[in-house]
């Protein structure tokens, strides 16, 4: 049984989508202890290639460790439908980054959405619908997928992308996360808490 798998996408995979690929892991961390490394797999990619085999953004990696987690052993990779085919949610920093994706796997509509809007959709979402939570990966990976399910038809039932090319369920502007590279270290401790205001929620949610 793989473990439930959260794919993280920026442009370039270097400061947003590595801080929520480790924040994630951290607040799984802290809910199911060192067994997070069986039943959950976090990671990400970037649209762009720029970045590909260098480490995690400075700045951002001091966010990560200021908050306690671990952002060791960080290398940026380019998003591909194979890393897309393997993941159960895909999150994404900006809508941009959600039509990448499609445009590579226009079947993963149903799981991909842009950070933000997972997170406001997730708030709206009676949590008792989905199946019990136990520390197995069988268990772990069933509450996943049906908690993907669950939020997607809070948004309509994954009508993001038509075939027309054009959004049926457009994501607010403010769902966005705005690109900190280049900025002081407070912006990204801004878009380190917006990304919290989401992770937070998803890990409670996916442990029960």
Request: glycine content about 8%.
């Given at each position: 049984?793989?473990?439930?798998?959260?794919?993280?996408?920026?442009?370039?995979?270097?400061?947003?989508s590595p801080m929520a690929e480790r924040l994630l892991t951290l607040a799984l961390r802290r809910r199911v202890g060192d067994r997070v490394?069986?039943?959950?797999?976090s990671h990400g990619a970037g649209t762009g290639g720029w970045h590909v085999g260098e480490p995690m953004n400075a700045p951002a990696a001091r966010e990560v460790i200021k908050r306690g987690g671990d952002p060791s052993g960080f290398r940026a990779r380019r998003v591909?439908?194979?890393?897309?085919d393997m993941s159960d949610l895909i999150l994404c920093a900006t809508a941009d980054q959600?039509?990448?994706?499609l445009q590579l796997r226009p079947d993963a509509v149903n799981k991909t959405f842009v950070l933000g809007e997972f997170g406001r959709l997730l708030s709206q979402l009676d949590l008792k619908v989905l199946p019990p939570y136990e520390p197995t990966p069988q268990s772990a990976y069933d509450r996943g997928i049906?908690?993907?399910?669950?939020?997607?038809?809070?948004?309509?039932?994954g009508?993001?992308?038509g075939s027309d090319g054009q959004w049926?369920?457009?994501?607010?502007?403010?769902?966005?996360?705005?690109?900190?590279?280049?900025m002081a270290d407070e912006e990204f401790s801004r878009v380190a808490d917006e990304i919290e205001r989401t992770v937070v929620p998803l890990a409670a949610a996916l442990t029960g």
């Open positions: 049984m793989p473990p439930f798998t959260i794919l993280h996408v920026c442009v370039g995979n270097i400061c947003r490394e069986k039943l959950y797999l591909s439908g194979d890393l897309i959600v039509y990448d994706v049906a908690l993907v399910v669950a939020v997607d038809a809070v948004r309509g039932g009508a993001v992308w049926r369920q457009p994501p607010r502007r403010s769902d966005d996360l705005r690109d900190p590279w280049g």
